[in-house]
């Protein structure tokens, strides 16, 4: 059965790639520092026998004594609050802990997956945005700190599979939720649904005619399996090409929850804010057969049924 190291292995999208792998019949290491991950995340494979979790800091390195297939690097802060609460942290985990994920890989003659965004196209001035699209980032604002190390951990990445031919796999990930997120890390599916929740004013950040396309977590673990199973190396957008406003979303979210509460504009909260945001997954389509299939409503129902319950146990 092949063995896969996830680093982030506890945090939103590696919990749920922990389950993929695991009932996929795969052996499974998980690390985390939890600086944003929780181990109540996968507090549920506490007796699953081919699971490990082990705390550690990918920016230390990253050491494991027996043998690797697969090396699973979504270890990264990722909200816009952490771009203000924790930028060298983010910088250097992916920057230094993606080398350090590689040259664990090289020495295991694993596979190396890369989870990289969609936010190394920046504020796009290309709609929707292909893998081929470049990109406008801007280097020295606040986002700078995640788009510009997500972009030089694809290059070094690359670079890896040049130089020591690493069999490596990029992925570009567009919006995502579900459970598991945390209520407390600033993106727009929490902050609406809790808000929502507990009765407060929804915020809506500039007009509210920025778009995003929202894809569901097991629809993109789904598509991460695809890749990483496949002979294709990408980069290759993973998401939902359905794009929907902000503002439309916190009327779906607002519906959906039967909030009575209204929704307010606040500023943006950085000027490099993407004003349209939306993959092109012709790839995805064609090389991997992949498509999102869980539709909007039904996603949020059970990502609404869990921030419920967790606001209910007073957790964040």
């Keep these: 059965m092949p063995r896969a190291l996830i ?19 795969w052996e499974v290491v998980a690390v985390d520092n939890f600086i944003t991950g929780s181990p109540d995340n996968v507090a549920h494979l506490g007796n699953e026998p081919r ?27 990722a909200s816009p609050l952490d771009f203000f609460n924790k930028p060298l942290e983010v910088i250097h985990v992916n920057s230094i802990g993606t080398e350090n994920a590689l040259k664990l890989a090289k020495e295991k003659k694993a596979v190396f997956f890369y989870a990289s965004t969609s936010e190394t196209y920046g504020d796009p001035l290309v709609h929707p945005q292909t893998e081929e699209y470049l990109g406008n980032v801007n280097s020295i604002g606040i986002r700078g700190v995640y788009d510009e190390s997500k972009r030089f951990g694809e290059t070094i990445t690359a670079t890896y599979r040049r130089e020591f031919q690493v069999d490596t796999k990029i992925v570009r990930i567009f919006n995502t939720y579900g459970p598991r997120m945390r209520l407390d890390d600033g993106r727009v599916v929490p902050n609406l ?23 569901y977590c097991t629809d993109l673990i789904d598509g991460f399996f695809r890749l990483a199973t496949s002979t294709q190396s990408g980069p290759i957008n993973i998401g939902n090409p359905t794009e929907r406003t902000i503002l439309e979303f916190a009327k779906e979210i607002k519906a959906l929850t039967q909030s009575q509460s209204d929704i307010v504009f606040q500023p943006l909260l950085t000027a490099d804010d993407p004003k349209q945001r939306r993959p092109d997954i012709t790839k995805a389509r064609t090389l991997l057969g992949w498509e999102p299939k869980v539709s909007l409503q039904d996603g949020l129902r059970a990502t609404i049924e869990y921030f419920a319950k967790r606001l209910e146990d007073g957790k964040r």
Excluded: M, W
């Design 193 to 215: 649904v809790a808000q929502a929740i507990n009765g407060e004013p929804l915020t809506v950040y500039g007009d509210g005619q920025q778009t995003r396309s929202f894809c």
């Design 51 to 77: 699971f490990r979790l082990i705390e550690k800091d990918v920016i230390e390195g990253v050491e494991y004594p027996d043998s690797l297939d697969y090396i699973f690097h979504l270890a990264s802060p």
């Design 7 to 25: 680093t982030g292995g506890s945090g939103f999208l590696g919990s749920h790639l922990s389950d993929r792998l695991l009932a996929e019949g």
